[in-house]
């Protein structure tokens, strides 16, 4: 799926195709004849009729599973958002190429596809504490690029992001599309001190002082405030959607990418789950303004895709239970309906 302006962007965000809602009742009638309890798989057995409703029949499936992470550079990192260099992200993403990364380990345990989309890491975004992020070229382009990604055929999709300094474009991104300071948003990210928590606090309310009378539509904020890889992260998220992909949210880079057009338009959730829940604070308070439940609690927040990568193996397991138990009639089990004489 190409965009070929951000006029149709808009369109597609608008005109998101629903969830296949006979698939679901087929399943969700399939679950009530399972030799279990009524609800006795929690979650796994919301995951099955989930699966269902996105996927190409009513059989669930998450076999052919796809991890991407996006990477970009921003100029904010000038300003001391981050510990690290802004060099670093051009050496991570040598990293995952090489196989060196926590996300190539757990991929690869996981039976998961990885691919890795550097996004003009030699072009930082402009400081957007200074200037816009981005101008609408560079914007189309970036969501093109992840709306391209998602050409490769999948069950599920799983999205992550790699770039020194997106834990403050995180912040600036729900601060300017669900309200707040910088201090509601910000967090330690890649190991900042309380006082550099402040500072980059800070820098995101120079950013919403300097960009107060930009447009608020979900181009616009992405434009001003975003960054090349969460605006690939949203532009594969669309995609996705429209070619019935279930997609598993990383942390909260990742989920609040998907913040501007949540205020747009709200629906854009509907195919996704929330892989886990990251330690960086702002990421719980996002989850629960999107109304999604985690699917994982681990603490974790390095980003690169590894919470939803480790979801995987939850979905997986949900749709093997659901496709491949006995109903009560096969195993000749007495169900409440059935009673044995």
């Known amino acids: 799926m190409i965009f070929p302006s951000l006029a149709a962007f808009a369109e597609a965000l608008q005109d998101l195709p629903p969830a296949n809602e006979a698939w679901r009742d087929v399943a969700l009638g399939r679950q009530k004849q399972l030799t279990k309890p009524a609800g006795s798989l929690g979650r796994l057995e919301e995951c099955a009729v989930f699966l269902a409703g996105w996927g190409h029949g009513p059989a669930p499936s998450a076999k052919a599973a796809r991890v991407i992470i996006f990477a970009g550079n921003h100029g904010v990192t000038a300003r001391g958002v981050s510990p690290f260099p802004s060099d670093v992200t051009a050496q991570m993403v040598a990293n995952f190429a090489n196989g ?99 500072h980059k606090a800070a820098i995101i309310d120079e950013a919403l002082a300097l960009h107060s009378t930009s447009g608020g539509s979900a181009s616009e904020i992405m434009r001003h405030f975003g960054g090349r890889e969460t605006a690939a992260i949203a532009g594969a998220v669309v995609a996705a959607r429209h070619a019935l992909v279930p997609v598993i949210l990383d942390g909260y880079v990742v989920c609040a990418s998907l913040a501007p057009l949540y205020i747009e338009n709200p629906a854009i959730l509907s195919h996704c789950v929330a892989g886990h829940c990251s330690a960086e604070p702002a990421h719980r308070r996002l989850l629960q303004t999107f109304g999604l439940r985690p699917l994982l609690d681990l603490n974790m927040r390095l980003g690169e895709g590894t919470g939803a990568t480790l979801a995987v193996a939850l979905l997986r397991a949900a749709a093997a239970a659901h496709n491949e138990m006995a109903t009560f009639a096969e195993a000749r089990v007495a169900n409440r309906d059935n009673r044995a004489s």
Request: contains cysteine; charged residues 15%.
């Open 100 to 198: 060196g990364a926590a996300i190539n380990a757990i991929a690869d345990a996981s039976g998961v596809d990885l691919a890795v989309v550097p996004l003009a890491l030699d072009r930082p975004t402009g400081d957007i504490s200074r200037e816009p992020a981005l101008n609408e070229t560079e914007l189309l382009e970036a969501l093109n690029i992840g709306a391209d990604s998602v050409a490769a055929p999948a069950d599920i999709l799983a999205v992550g992001e790699m770039g020194i300094g997106n834990t403050t474009i995180a912040a600036a991104l729900c601060a300017r599309a669900l309200g707040g300071a910088g201090r509601d948003w910000a967090g330690p990210g890649t190991g900042l001190s309380p006082d550099g928590v402040v």
